[in-house]
């Protein structure tokens, strides 16, 4: 449903991306991931027509890229900052879109209003955009870009000021739309979470590059890394525990989001393990209720691979 074949693309002397290549098959979601600056969005934009490549081919769903208005009307596209008309409502802007795709005016409303039904925002329909929420424009975004139903989605942080339940609903929807519909996603996003939960593959590039390409498990068994460990505690012990933890050289702890008092740990290569982590929270007298091993994850993956710090690797 995708090829990218060797796509680089450039910025004057900058190589913002170097031969590139993966593929997306009809009903399968495609996580493309890396550090910020490495060549993700440059990518996107030219599969999505807003750039040439500076070298390269491509196809989407059977035409070649550089038929641009064969390409636009298979694809849709949600970018990380979306623009809106903000004095019309929800409903005005999708029936635009669809009659930007050709939709006479009544396909156009019919399909507004399914879309705005699947996504939660009918009640809302003919509210003005102006009064939504992040959270509720990043839904009329992902409605927007399904306008046409496109044989190919490309979604940059869909979930992007959701709230934990809303990120499962939009995640969920999303997976059955790409399995019902015969489409192919690429999704970008820096919670490594979701992306493990959601997608049948991941692409890691790094500088530029795609450094990992295949099933999360295989790309984590690829890097080679160790796990970690779960640690439970009492909700307002968290933060203390948190950074007593990540006083330890070789740890790394985090708090998983929508589980209170559950603490991730994980172990950098050739650092402590188990027993020392479970000495520290002795020594330190940090009362816990469950202590337990778990097996490496995409984040440690992602982190042995790109050696980047200060992303939001865990949702």
């Given at each position: 449903m995708i090829t990218c074949d060797q796509i680089t693309v450039s910025y004057g002397r900058t190589i913002a991306a170097e031969r590139v290549t993966f593929d997306v098959g009809p009903g399968e979601i495609l996580g493309l991931l890396g550090?910020?600056?490495?060549?993700?969005?440059?990518?996107?934009?030219?599969?999505?027509?807003?750039?040439?490549?500076?070298?390269?081919?491509?196809?989407?769903?059977?035409?070649?890229?550089?038929?641009?208005?064969?390409?636009?009307?298979?694809?849709g596209v949600l970018p990380e900052s979306s623009g809106y008309p903000t004095a019309r409502s929800a409903h005005e802007v999708l029936r635009f879109h669809g009659r930007l795709f050709g939709m006479d005016r009544s396909a156009a409303m019919d399909r507004a209003d399914e879309l705005l039904e699947l996504v939660g925002l009918h009640d809302q329909r003919d509210a003005r955009v102006s009064t939504f929420s992040r959270g509720m424009r990043q839904r009329l975004g992902i409605a927007r870009a399904l306008m046409n139903r496109p044989r190919a989605l490309f979604l940059d942080e869909p979930t992007l000021g959701l709230d934990p339940a809303g990120k499962q609903e939009i995640l969920t929807f999303l997976r059955e739309e790409a399995i019902a519909g015969g489409g192919a996603v690429v999704l970008c996003s820096h919670l490594l979470d979701e992306v493990e939960r959601v997608c049948d593959r991941v692409a890691i590039m790094h500088e530029g590059r795609v450094v990992a390409d295949g099933s999360v498990a295989a790309v984590v068994a690829s890097a080679r890394v160790l796990g970690g460990a779960r640690v439970d505690v009492r909700?307002?012990?968290?933060?203390?525990?948190?950074?007593?933890?990540?006083?330890?050289?070789?740890?790394?702890?985090?708090?998983?989001?929508?589980?209170?008092?559950?603490?991730?740990?994980?172990?950098?290569?050739?650092?402590?393990?188990?027993?020392?982590?479970?000495?520290?929270?002795?020594?330190?007298?940090?009362d816990f209720t469950a202590l337990e091993a778990r097996g490496a994850r995409l984040s440690d993956a992602f982190l042995q691979l790109t050696g980047a710090t200060g992303e939001v690797l865990a949702s």
């Open positions: 550090p910020n600056g490495a060549g993700k969005t440059s990518v996107i934009r030219a599969l999505t027509t807003i750039l040439e490549p500076t070298s390269g081919s491509a196809w989407i769903d059977g035409c070649r890229l550089t038929d641009a208005p064969a390409v636009r009307s298979r694809i909700p307002p012990a968290v933060p203390t525990t948190v950074e007593a933890i990540n006083e330890v050289e070789g740890m790394r702890a985090t708090c998983r989001t929508g589980s209170a008092g559950r603490i991730d740990v994980d172990f950098k290569p050739n650092g402590p393990a188990m027993a020392d982590l479970a000495h520290e929270l002795g020594r330190r007298r940090l």
